[in-house]
C-alpha cells in the first residue's frame, strides 16, 4: 500500500509569507494528525482530524494555522503569516483507527522541512 | 506535566555493545509505550510498542521494558550494527483518540 505522503519535501520562505502543506494518508484512514518537530526538540502535537472533524487541536501554537481536511481525505497545513519561529519538520501520521487499537499504529510521511528566513 | 522525557539526548556504542534508552512519564494514565526510529531524512517508522498490561516486550535484537510503578519504560538494543544508527524517540499513549506525547529523541551512533 501507499505510504503517508506529504508536499512539498521542503519549503523555504520568508517571514510574513504564507504556506501550505499538503498530507494524504493513507487510503482508508480515518485518523490524521499533524506533528511538528523543531530541531532537537521532541514530535509535537499539532492537530487530530477523524475524518473531515476536528478530534482534538489543542496543539496548534496560534491562530496563524490553520488545518483543514474537506472530504475527509487529504489534509492542508496553512501558516499564514509565517514567523521564524515556525520553522521544523512538520510529520503529517495517519492510522485506520485510534492508536488504543493494538493493530493500527500510526504512519508516518517524510515530513516537509519548513525553513522561515 | 504532559511531557516524556527521554534520556540520553546522544548515545555513541560500538558495534556489538547495547544500547539502552530511558523515559520516564508523569501521567498515571498513560497506559500506550510506542517506539519510533527515524533514520536521517525518512520519516519514523514504529519499531516497537508496549501496552500497560505486560512489563516487557521483546523482538530479536530490541526489548521495551515498561515499569509501571516508578512510570519509565526502555528501549534495549543488543548486538548493534551500524544500521542501528538513527534518532530514536519514545512516546506515550493520552485518551482514547490518539495523541501520542513524543520525547526529545536520542541520536543513537553505533560505530564499527
Known amino acids: 500500500e501507499a505510504g503517508v505522503t506529504q508536499f512539498p519535501s521542503h519549503s523555504v520562505i520568508e517571514k510574513g509569507q504564507t504556506v501550505t502543506l499538503r498530507c494524504d494518508p493513507i487510503?482508508?484512514?480515518?485518523?490524521l494528525y499533524w506533528y511538528r518537530r523543531v530541531m532537537g526538540k521532541e514530535i509535537k502535537f499539532l492537530l487530530h482530524?477523524?475524518?473531515?472533524?476536528?478530534?482534538?487541536e489543542s496543539g496548534m501554537p496560534n491562530n496563524r494555522f490553520l488545518a483543514e481536511r474537506t472530504g475527509g481525505t487529504y489534509s492542508t497545513l496553512k501558516v499564514q503569516p509565517a514567523e521564524l519561529e515556525d520553522s521544523g519538520v512538520y510529520f503529517c501520521?495517519?492510522?485506520?483507527?485510534?492508536?488504543?487499537?493494538?493493530?493500527?499504529?500510526?504512519?508516518f510521511g517524510n515530513g516537509t522541512r519548513l525553513t522561515v528566513t | 506535566g504532559e511531557n516524556v522525557e527521554q534520556h540520553p539526548s546522544t548515545l555513541s556504542v560500538q558495534e556489538g555493545d547495547s544500547a539502552v534508552i530511558k523515559c520516564t512519564y508523569s501521567?498515571?494514565?498513560?497506559?500506550?509505550f510506542p517506539w519510533y526510529k527515524q533514520e536521517l531524512g525518512k520519516r519514523p517508522q514504529l519499531i516497537i510498542d508496549i501496552r500497560s498490561n505486560v512489563g516487557e516486550k521483546k523482538d530479536q535484537r530490541i526489548a521495551v521494558t515498561l515499569n509501571k510503578t516508578a512510570k519509565h519504560f526502555s528501549l534495549h538494543i543488543t548486538e548493534t550494527q551500524p544500521e542501528d544508527s538513527a534518532v530514536y524517540f519514545c512516546a506515550r499513549g493520552e485518551g482514547s483518540q490518539g495523541n501520542l506525547i513524543f520525547g526529545k529523541g536520542t541520536k543513537l551512533s553505533v560505530k564499527p
Open positions: 487510503s482508508g484512514h480515518d485518523n
Open positions: 482530524f477523524v475524518k473531515e472533524s476536528k478530534q482534538d
Open positions: 501520521a495517519s492510522s485506520q483507527v485510534a492508536w488504543s487499537s493494538y493493530n493500527s499504529p500510526l504512519h
Open positions: 501521567d498515571s494514565a498513560s497506559n500506550y
